[in-house]
């Protein structure tokens, strides 16, 4: 069963903003919303309107079924998530 939990839609928004490669302002600016309602969503305390979530959607080109749920049944989004990880590697191993 599936069901919107705000705490991994915020994983998920803010892994496909940092693959784009925005800051939050840039971010914000580009999908027309105040930075503290992207930096609450960023924390899981805000959710989106349906008029954004369908916004975001098409920013990132993800579906709204990823962004809502993690469900990705788009090769984009499989991608976008490797991209992600991929970076997430990088960091580590520049920590090292």
Not at 27 to 36: G, H, P, Q
């Amino acid at each position: 069963m599936y069901y919107f939990d705000a705490d991994n839609f915020s994983i998920r928004l803010k892994a496909l903003r940092k693959a784009t490669g925005l800051t939050q302002e840039q971010t914000a600016e580009k999908l027309n919303i105040c930075l503290e309602h992207l930096s609450q969503m960023e924390r899981g305390k805000g959710k989106p309107s349906l008029d954004l979530l369908v916004e975001m959607a098409c920013y990132f080109h993800v579906s709204t079924d990823y962004l809502l749920l993690g469900v990705a049944h788009d090769p984009n989004v499989v991608r976008m998530e490797l991209r992600n990880i991929a970076a997430q590697i990088n960091d580590l191993a520049n920590k090292l």
